[in-house]
């Protein structure tokens, strides 16, 4: 898998910590992550007076405004709403009335990034605080729950008492890591940066459940920041930043977030089994394309602009023409991922977004 921000601490009328059980699992010597249980009055992330900016610090809140197109032009707004609608399926975010913005979002990742920021959970901070303090010795560090065999486990009140289906009510995250490498990884240029991965995973459930349970099956999130600018309280600034969301029934979304090199956000869209772009409302297209294996929209904070791309049946890799190793593979240039700028589909100007 694949923004400078002043903190906006989580409410605590939203937050209620319920403390964090110790039982097998404690910290070690070189990885201080215990288990961390926690309950709140409810999942749903909103703005509120104690905390007016929550949702700006929300995975979508950049790229979902800034889609919008500048112009009144139909089909690009018409693209528009049917690229949020599907966002909306993976974060649970309910649009404003206007459309162009949301006012509240309820998905695992969201909320996690919140509790982090909010410096109210105890071994959160020990981890924060223990990578810092490795910064500031100059050596590699790291704080990972599925080393520890520690747990994560949230738990939404509201939804106990409704008796909403169990992964409304209860949210695990097999994964939290934060590793400070000062040399960077193996093969790369990259030194003194801090990594972080969150992982969620929806619990099983019985056959005749399935149907009721919420939409995502699992999020697998990361994040690159400078060391330098690494925070143990609030947001860090963030360098790079990827969000794989999967569905039951539909598909997978992928956002990657470049916020210091091209200040670009890209969504890459792959459920082929059902029509998120009516495509063929541009000249080229027809209803047979509505159904590509590989979706991306590209939004370029710099230049204000959005396009898409699509391919179907390209793989991502092909055999390198240049090389007589069978082994050896470059980039398909047809693929969706891989295409130019002149083999958008379509492409508008955007409203600016301030901050990027």
């Not at 999130?221 to 969000?243: I, K, V």
Request: glycine letters at 6%.
């Amino acid at each position: 898998m694949r923004h400078s921000c002043i903190f906006a601490a989580v409410s605590m009328t939203t937050l209620a910590l319920a403390g964090c059980g110790l039982e097998d699992t404690g910290p070690s010597a070189f990885n201080p992550a215990t288990n961390v249980y926690l309950t709140f009055s409810s999942f749903d992330l909103q703005n509120t007076e104690v905390a007016p900016d929550n949702l700006s610090y929300t995975r979508f809140w950049d790229f979902y405004r800034g889609i919008q197109p500048a112009a009144e032009d139909s089909d690009d707004l018409a693209t528009t709403s049917e690229i949020r609608g599907h966002i909306e399926i993976f974060t649970r975010a309910t649009a404003t009335d206007s459309g162009t913005s949301y006012d509240s979002v309820r998905n695992p990742l969201d909320l996690m990034n919140q509790v982090l920021a909010s410096g109210e959970v105890t071994n959160f901070q020990e981890g924060k605080r223990y990578i810092s303090q490795r910064i500031a010795d100059d050596a590699a560090g790291t704080y990972n729950t599925r080393g520890n065999g520690a747990q994560i486990r949230f738990t939404d009140q509201s939804a106990v008492i409704a008796d909403l289906p169990l992964n409304d009510q209860l949210w695990i995250y097999p994964t939290l890591d934060w590793r400070y490498l000062p040399d960077g990884p193996e093969g790369s240029d990259l030194d003194n940066k801090v990594y972080r991965t969150i992982q969620y995973v929806s619990r099983s459930v019985a056959e005749d459940e399935q149907a009721a349970q919420p939409e995502l099956v699992s999020v697998l999130a990361g994040s690159r920041f400078d060391a330098n600018s690494f925070m143990t309280l609030g947001y860090s600034p963030t360098e790079f930043a990827t969000a794989d969301f999967l569905s039951r029934n539909h598909g997978s979304i992928e956002l990657r977030q470049d916020f210091i090199d091209e200040n670009t956000d890209t969504l890459f869209i792959k459920n082929d089994d059902a029509e998120v772009i009516a495509l063929d409302r541009y000249p080229g297209y027809t209803r047979e394309d509505n159904h590509p294996d590989c979706l991306r929209i590209e939004l370029d904070y710099n230049m204000e602009q959005v396009r898409i791309f699509a391919s179907d049946g390209e793989p991502a890799r092909i055999d390198d023409p240049d090389s007589t190793d069978e082994q050896d593979t470059i980039a398909n240039p047809d693929n969706c991922t891989y295409q130019e700028d002149a083999d958008a589909i379509t492409s508008w100007t955007t409203v600016p977004v301030a901050g990027r």
